[in-house]
């Protein structure tokens, strides 16, 4: 089956880091994406892993460990505006296919 | 970057009405397209994949009969939500594929602004 697990919500202030972690169980695997959402809005694409390691994308960086299942977004410097949701996902096996998705974990940072 | 449009981006309207829900690429193709359903506070649920010339695909509890899809040109996909119910209010959201990213990374997907359903 199919299984995206990344926590629900998490709360930080301004300025901080934060590290928001995804796990997943899917039948194939051809990359890992992280979204912001914001409430009411369509997802926006932030970073792509398809290699272990780590992606360095601004304030933004992804990892990726194939082996483990495992990715985390890294978050530094954190703004207001970040409070969003984070949605992790998991495309299969061949190019083209869909996403899934992650439930997403919402993010509120304070002052 | 792509732009994907979506229209309308909300639409209320009565029980058992049908309604149509346009998603086109602005300036690339896209072959394939794909149609997702988020519940308020729920991540993005595949409905189905919309692939240019042929028969949508869908995801396994998705009604073909009630949501239709039609992909007729190489920019345009439609999902008609037939005989609309209360319980299918929702955000509806396409993405579309970049046919000349073809064969390179990292093969985003373009995400339209979302329809919001409402069904009354």
């Known amino acids: 089956g199919q299984n995206i697990d990344q926590p629900t919500e998490m709360t930080a202030t301004e300025g901080a880091i934060v590290q928001i972690n995804c796990t997943y169980q899917?039948?194939?695997?051809?990359?890992l994406f992280w979204y912001q959402q914001h409430a009411g809005e369509a997802p926006t694409f932030l970073s792509y892993?398809?290699?272990?390691g780590l992606e360095e994308k601004g304030r933004f960086s992804s990892f990726l460990s194939r082996s483990k299942g495992y990715s985390y977004l890294l978050l530094k410097e954190l703004q207001m505006k970040d409070s969003a949701s984070y949605l992790c996902?998991?495309?299969?096996?061949?190019?083209?296919?869909?996403?899934?998705f992650g439930k997403g974990t919402t993010l509120s940072v304070s002052s | 970057g792509a732009v994907v449009s979506q229209h309308p981006s909300w639409v209320i309207c009565k029980s058992g009405t049908s309604v149509k829900i346009e998603c086109r690429s602005l300036d690339f193709q896209a072959t394939t397209m794909f149609w997702y359903r988020q519940f308020p506070k729920q991540s993005l649920m595949l409905m189905a994949t919309s692939n240019e010339g042929s028969k949508a695909t869908y995801e396994q509890g998705v009604e073909k009969d009630k949501f239709l899809i039609n992909h007729a040109s190489l920019t345009l996909s439609t999902l008609t939500v037939t005989s609309a119910h209360p319980e299918d209010s929702s955000f509806y959201i396409c993405?579309?594929?970049?046919?000349?990213?073809?064969?390179?990374?990292?093969?985003?997907?373009?995400f339209g602004p979302g329809t919001r359903l409402t069904v009354t």
């Open positions: 996902a998991v495309r299969g096996n061949q190019a083209g296919t869909a996403l899934i």
């Open positions: 892993n398809v290699l272990d």
């Open positions: 899917t039948s194939g695997f051809n990359g």
């Open positions: 993405s579309a594929r970049d046919l000349g990213l073809a064969g390179e990374a990292p093969y985003e997907q373009y």
